[in-house]
């Protein structure tokens, strides 16, 4: 049976975004979607029909976002499900990249995803329900990738406002979810979705390393399909109780479990300083 739940995707014209889209239009839901082209977004998309709504938006302009959330309501009524998904990559170490290529990343990766949050919580809090799934990186939670310390920053600050959000909206019947990604099939790694330094410094062995590992053993063997990924948004979003944290990949999953054993090492080995901080008895 045909479902009518409306869902609001970002960064839709390519990626996980794309898939996503496409799936949802397939299983019969109505679909409003955003790109710094609609015209070239519905070109991706290929899909004519009425259930679907493609914006052009700037994500970094609240104004920008407050007119595409106008026009979703004035087309189908209401939002059900947003999923936070523009970003792009940013690779540079943290002396490499200039204060301006920072905040850029900054500005698409965290503020873009603010400012549909704020615009839309409105139509939620009237609601009493919707949902929120914002697209972090396993590099959101582990943080050990040399050269890609700005990207991780804007990923663990995704996650960082999504766990307040879970608790601000909790009493509202609003959900918000974490997604942490691991290595998908996607053109995420590719030039034009992903950025590097002006200015790089040969000096930075590990980054140089890690950025040759990219090109010439991930690219094209990433183990993670977009296509079930897009089944796995929609099979959490139909459930009565959603997650805070959801790993999306047995890669993420594997380098979840190892953070969580790391820091669980050092919590035991230094328990002792830990707690030394406290006022005497």
């Given at each position: 049976m045909k479902?009518?739940?409306?869902w609001f995707v970002t960064g839709a014209s390519k990626g996980l975004?794309?898939?996503?889209?496409?799936?949802?239009?397939?299983?019969?839901?109505?679909?409003?979607?955003t790109s710094r082209e609609a015209e070239a977004l519905s070109t991706e998309v290929g899909y004519s029909g009425d259930d679907f709504l493609p914006l052009q938006v700037n994500l970094t302009d609240n104004n920008s976002v407050a007119e595409a959330i106008t026009a979703i309501i004035a087309k189908f009524g209401t939002i059900d499900v947003v999923v936070n998904n523009a970003g792009y990559g940013q690779l540079g170490t943290l002396e490499e990249l200039t204060d301006d290529e920072a905040r850029k990343n900054f500005d698409v990766n965290v503020f873009g995803s603010l400012?549909?949050?704020?615009?839309?919580?409105?139509?939620?809090?009237?609601?009493?329900?919707?949902?929120?799934?914002?697209?972090?990186?396993i590099a959101g939670f582990l943080g050990t990738f040399p050269g890609w310390g700005i990207y991780n920053a804007t990923k663990f600050a995704v996650a960082g406002f999504t766990e307040a959000l879970s608790a601000e909206a909790k009493s509202l019947g609003v959900t918000a979810t974490i997604v942490y990604p691991g290595y998908f099939k996607t053109n995420f790694l590719l030039q034009g979705s992903l950025r590097t330094a002006a200015n790089p410094i040969t000096d930075y062995k590990e980054a140089r390393d890690l950025e040759?590992?990219?090109?010439?053993?991930?690219?094209?063997?990433?183990p993670g399909d977009p296509e079930n990924a897009a089944l796995a948004f929609i099979r959490v979003a139909e459930m009565g109780e959603r997650p805070l944290h959801l790993f999306l990949?047995?890669?993420?999953?594997?380098?979840?479990?190892?953070?969580?054993?790391?820091?669980?090492?050092?919590?035991?080995?230094?328990e002792n300083i830990s707690k030394s901080t406290d006022f005497r008895k």
């Open positions: 479902t009518q739940k409306v975004g794309l898939s996503l889209v496409k799936r949802l239009l397939t299983e019969g839901y109505k679909v409003a979607a400012n549909v949050i704020r615009n839309v919580m409105p139509i939620f809090r009237v609601r009493k329900s919707g949902a929120f799934f914002n697209i972090s990186s040759v590992i990219h090109n010439e053993q991930v690219i094209g063997n990433q990949g047995s890669d993420s999953f594997a380098m979840a479990q190892n953070k969580i054993e790391a820091v669980q090492k050092d919590l035991a080995a230094f």
